[in-house]
């Protein structure tokens, strides 16, 4: 299975929970601590991600990047989403 994972830009994520809906892992959850908006603020709380993309796609506001790590590859990849 190919192993993914994300990055969150933490500041202008506003807490809609929309990618941890649609999250078919269940690797996502809203933040304790609360961003400079004042938002609790979606992050990863699981080693399982795929790099499935839902939650990039889902974001209103492209607070997601989503990064792809092949086996075979030292390099970690971008996905357009
Ligand atoms: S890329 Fe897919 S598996 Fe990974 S956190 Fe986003 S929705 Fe979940
Ligand atoms: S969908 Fe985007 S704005 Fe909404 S909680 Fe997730 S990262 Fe934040």
Do not use: F, W
Not at 49 to 78: M, Q, W
């Amino acid at each position: 299975m190919i192993k993914g994972t994300i990055h969150v830009s933490i500041d202008i994520c506003k807490g809609c929970e929309l990618c941890i809906a649609a999250c078919p892992q269940e690797s996502l959850a809203l933040s304790e601590q609360i961003n400079k908006k004042g938002y609790r603020y979606a992050v990863l709380i699981k080693d399982n991600c795929t790099g499935c993309v839902n939650c990039a796609l889902v974001c209103p506001d492209a607070v997601i990047t989503v990064y792809r790590e092949p086996k075979s590859a030292k390099k970690r990849e971008a996905v357009e989403a």
